[in-house]
């Protein structure tokens, strides 16, 4: 089975709104076995909408439309419909008292505009709104030849009345067509890397990568981290849950632990995790690990990054900002004739703000950042980009002998 969402308004193929009715949608259906053949946005335009019915029934068994069903002139989902249709607009009844019904309950008369709300085309059913003035459509197309079925349901375009009106009557009457049907599952999954780029994780499986395969395995790149999208489609829940285990476990062997995360875990949140493990040496049984930071280049967003969690006073101790090379003598202790020799941007240096860190906040961990960020300031030797990290760890929990880590990384792109 294969769905359409067609999203409808100036605003969204303006970039003035984010679409995103079509990412929920989308979730939606492919949990109930539904293939995504495509998502498409056109304006308010009664012809632009026309062309689109057209173009989406022969392609679809169901074709889900948001958008265009307001009061107002620029609202043309309905009359590109009865084009499409070739049935003239009537007043439905029970589409009136779903709009009457909204004024009444905000204690106001309806504006004779909104009646516009209530025309559908004649063979169409009216799908209530219990969160709005403007009620939903309902079409069981079939061509004239009969070789082309397809159900189209219209939705307000308003997320909230969208989202509402979806769970309460579309949904339900898919879910029973499915059952009736003995429809397919479509399971997602969504795991997290951190390390390397794209290309080199593609790179480690190639073969789960093969645009056959089923389960079908993609990556995507957002937010600093490149993730593997994971879709199964199966006869069954059992089948799908099976096949998306074995994959998963695959490319955990293949990745290894640069895989850090999945689905809505964040990058802070799972390190928040680690560092709030119990164990023998934690501090009054409250996690297992005190980190300090020192920070030049970032400006405090390694710290940042650590208190987006909730409960972050378990773990963080303290966190210093030496921007200067003043800052990081005074505040930090870092010998002025190392800065001198080997400059703020080198391991030696970072090194000593990660123990001048520790020593003057007693932790287990410190870690210390210096960089170029640019867009001035680079050298040949060292271009803007340039960023070295120190990580200092005392013998402790999971720390069997002290620790002292110091790399340099050249990243890409602006500040």
């Known amino acids: 089975m294969k769905s359409i969402i067609l999203s409808i308004g100036d605003e969204l193929t303006l970039g003035q709104t984010v679409d995103t009715n079509s990412a929920y949608l989308a979730q939606q259906l492919a949990s109930l076995g539904y293939r995504p053949a495509a998502h498409l946005t056109v304006p308010d335009d009664q ?59 905000l204690k106001r008369e309806m504006p004779p505009r909104n009646q516009i709300q209530a025309m559908i085309p004649r063979t169409c059913e009216m799908i209530e709104n219990t969160a709005g003035t403007a009620p939903g459509i309902y079409c069981n197309y079939q061509s004239g030849d009969q070789k082309t079925l397809c159900q189209i349901f219209i939705t307000p375009g308003v997320p909230k009345e969208m989202k509402i009106m979806f769970g309460r009557s579309v949904l339900p009457r898919l879910q029973a067509q499915i059952g009736q049907a003995g429809g397919a599952v479509i399971l997602s999954k969504t795991l997290h890397t951190f390390g390397l780029g794209e290309s080199s994780v593609a790179d480690k499986i190639p073969d789960l990568m093969q645009r056959d395969r089923n389960p079908s395995v993609g990556t995507t790149v957002a937010n600093g981290y490149v993730s593997l999208r994971l879709n199964a489609y199966a006869s069954s829940r059992e089948q799908a849950e099976r096949e998306m285990a074995e994959t998963e476990r695959l490319a955990r062997a293949a990745l290894g632990d640069i895989i850090w995360g999945e689905g809505d875990q964040t990058l802070p949140g799972v390190v928040a995790e680690m560092l709030c493990r119990p164990g023998p040496d934690s501090i009054s049984g409250q996690g297992a690990y005190w980190v300090t930071t020192a920070e030049s280049c970032t400006g405090g967003l390694l710290a940042k990054y650590l208190t987006d969690v909730a409960g972050s006073s378990r773990y963080l101790r303290q966190g210093f900002i030496t921007y200067s090379n003043s800052a990081k003598t005074d505040l930090l202790g870092v010998p002025e004739e190392l800065l001198a020799t080997h400059g703020a941007v080198s391991e030696p240096v970072v090194l000593a703000m990660a123990h001048g860190a520790i020593s003057r906040f007693p932790g287990q961990v410190a870690l210390a950042i210096s960089g170029i960020a640019g867009p001035d300031g680079g050298t040949p030797e060292k271009p803007v980009g340039t960023v070295c990290i120190a990580l200092v760890g005392r013998a402790g929990f999971d720390i069997r002998k002290d620790v002292e880590i110091a790399r340099t990384f050249i990243f890409h792109g602006d500040r």
């Open 47 to 105: 012809a632009a909408i026309r062309q689109a019915f057209e173009e989406s029934v022969g392609r679809c068994d169901v074709l889900i439309v948001s958008g265009g069903l307001g009061p107002t002139e620029d609202d043309l989902t309905r009359q590109a419909l009865a084009e499409f249709l070739h049935q003239p607009l009537e007043l439905n009844a029970d589409a009136l008292e779903n709009v009457a019904r909204f004024f009444r309950a």
